[in-house]
């Protein structure tokens, strides 16, 4: 009975109590906080920009819709002129998607995909065979439309570019050159030209080179195999034996040891570097005799200007190429 009226007791206390609300747990309590600072969505691109490069490139002008002529209407009722446009005024936009988030990404992206379905039966080329073109970055891109591209949505623009880059050159529309123009950059690979080497009135062919501190210029002229840097002769100039190769390597490499003289200037850096700006400069010299050599240059790794290929070619040593390992084998 005791316990009984004890029960009904508490019962009657804890309903004559007033409604509180219950307490937030932290856990709620730290989400409102965080609904006070919503997150700021971010562009971040991969591809490192040069500071030049941002500030040169001018934001293009955005023509909302095209200008209203004000002088020719309203004339015929008698009243001022624009009168009647002003009454029936409907401004349609230039752009079908100027109420979008970025009009102008958008317009790009929909004539480059219209004009890929367009040309997409033309005969295509490998993308290694295919013309080197420096295209625009996402920073500068952004600063040109003056719109905050997503990372993704540009790689998908530029994907249709280089599909687009693709198309056998012979074939290549005239629209579809004008368009890649709007996302090249200023300066391309193939505008710097070098001068070519010619042979002089003496026989004499010259080649620069350099690696690291060191610079060398050497003259290949034809003769039995004389050797001379800085008015001495090989073994004179390099004690060891592994510069006195690295200089003469071009020509030992295409068995031309023999065929031609090296007069040889060097300067600044040590030893090695010396030596390997020689074997640059040799090699562009040999290339003004024998252009047909540049192959078997290049796999001798003469043309590089990598030491460490020409030290592995040296050796015999080739590395195996590693094949992924989603191929299946």
Request: aromatic share 6%; charged share 25%.
């Amino acid at each position: 009975m005791a316990r009984a009226e004890f029960s009904r007791s508490l019962r009657v206390a804890v309903e004559c109590l007033p409604n509180s609300p219950r307490p937030r747990p932290a856990r709620t309590m730290r989400c409102a906080h965080r609904s006070l600072y919503p997150p700021t969505s971010r562009c971040i691109s991969t591809t490192p920009s040069r500071f030049a490069e941002l500030t040169e490139t001018p934001p293009e002008k955005f023509a909302a819709a095209p200008e209203i002529n004000f002088s020719k209407e309203g004339e015929d009722d008698g009243g001022k002129p624009g009168s009647r446009l002003l009454r029936t005024l409907r401004v349609v936009p230039a752009s079908p998607s100027y109420f979008s988030a970025k009009p102008t990404f958008t317009d790009d992206f929909i004539h480059l995909s219209a004009l890929l379905r367009k040309v997409a039966t033309l005969p295509t080329i490998p993308t290694y065979e295919a013309p080197k073109v420096a295209w625009k970055t996402i920073d500068q891109y952004r600063i040109m439309t003056n719109e905050p591209v997503k990372t993704q949505r540009f790689h998908k623009m530029m994907h249709i570019l280089r599909r687009l880059n693709c198309i056998h050159p012979s074939l290549m529309p005239d629209e579809v050159v004008q368009a890649m123009k709007r996302y090249k950059k200023d300066s391309q690979p193939g505008d710097i030209v070098p001068a070519p080497g010619v042979v002089d009135e003496w026989g004499r062919a010259k080649g620069v080179g350099r690696r690291k501190t060191s610079s060398a210029v050497a003259w290949l002229v034809e003769g039995e195999g004389e050797v001379l840097i800085n008015g001495k002769s090989l073994p004179q100039y390099f004690g060891r034996l592994h510069h006195r190769e690295s200089a003469v390597w071009a020509l030992k490499a295409t068995s031309r040891l023999d065929k031609y003289n090296v007069f040889g200037l060097v300067s600044g850096g040590g030893s090695t570097g010396q030596a390997e700006a020689l074997t640059l400069a040799v090699a562009k010299a040999l290339l003004v005799h024998e252009p047909a050599l540049k192959p078997a240059l290049r796999r001798a790794g003469c043309v590089t200007r990598d030491p460490r290929k020409v030290e592995r070619k040296k050796a015999g040593h080739v590395k195996a190429r590693k094949m992924p390992t989603w191929v299946k084998r």
